[in-house]
T-cell receptor, first 110, second 115 residues
Framework: AQTVTQSQPEMSVQEAETVTLSCTYDTSESNYYLFWYKQPPSRQMILVIRQEAYKQQNATENRFSVNFQKAAKSFSLKISDSQLGDTAMYFCAFSGPLVFGKGTRLSVIA | KAGVTQTPRYLIKTRGQQVTLSCSPISGHRSVSWYQQTPGQGLQFLFEYFSETQRNKGNFPGRFSGRQFSNSRSEMNVSTLELGDSALYLC??????????????FGPGTRLTVL
């Protein structure tokens, strides 16, 4: 069974700074997908970024990028130029049916 | 395009009752998945339906069941409610393609409180 571990329950960052959220996973599969989802106080889950395991190039979506280390089974999320609207719970997830980590609560401070 | 809708948004029930939650996927999406979110257990997969057939099932007791209709709308039912069933129930839809898992679009959730 796949497991996903997020070791940082809470983090905070100053507005405009950069923050990195950690995620490790365990699987015996060789081809899979990884996701980062954002859940703001409204509770609406929103996909931030996805990574296909067979692609060596790290995914990037505007201010969001990942550092995917397949051998280490690590999948961290970097948020650049943090904005107040980035305040949310961030969940790392393994491909469907989605297996989620426990989440990291990120607070962006003005 | 309208997003995933879930009804009702909030629900209060008592132990022993049963409850039915509804999910309408995005138009054109044929796959619907359900997740339970609690502070203690986090987000856990309940089941997935595709073309009216249950394709995957999580590790939940038989009190949790679901179904999907021909228009892709889905319902989940929880019978004999327990206090521990209090949770946010999230529905997600996707349009399965030919290359790996597609993005799942989530609804706003149904907050169930069992007293």
């Amino acid at each position: 069974a796949q497991t996903v571990t997020q070791s940082q329950p809470e983090m905070s960052v100053q507005e405009a700074e950069t923050v990195t959220l950690s995620c490790t996973y365990d699987t015996s599969e060789s081809n899979y997908y990884l996701f980062w989802y954002k859940q703001p106080p409204s509770r609406q889950m929103i996909l931030v970024i996805r990574q296909e395991a067979y692609k060596q190039q790290n995914a990037t979506e505007n201010r969001f990028s990942v550092n995917f280390q397949k051998a280490a089974k690590s999948f961290s999320l970097k948020i650049s130029d943090s904005q107040l609207g980035d305040t949310a719970m961030y969940f790392c997830a393994f491909s469907g049916p989605l297996v989620f980590g426990k989440g990291t609560r990120l607070s962006v401070i003005a | 395009k309208a997003g995933v809708t879930q009804t009702p948004r909030y629900l209060i029930k008592t132990r022993g009752q049963q409850v039915t939650l509804s999910c309408s996927p995005i138009s054109g999406h044929r796959s619907v998945s359900w997740y339970q979110q609690t502070p203690g257990q986090g987000l856990q997969f309940l089941f997935e339906y595709f073309s009216e057939t249950q394709r995957n099932k999580g590790n939940f007791p038989g009190r949790f069941s679901g179904r999907q209709f021909s228009n892709s709308r889905s319902e989940m039912n929880v019978s004999t409610l327990e206090l521990g069933d209090s949770a946010l129930y999230l529905c997600a839809s996707s349009r399965p393609g030919t290359s790996g898992p597609n993005e799942q679009f989530f609804g706003p959730g149904t907050r169930l409180t069992v007293l």
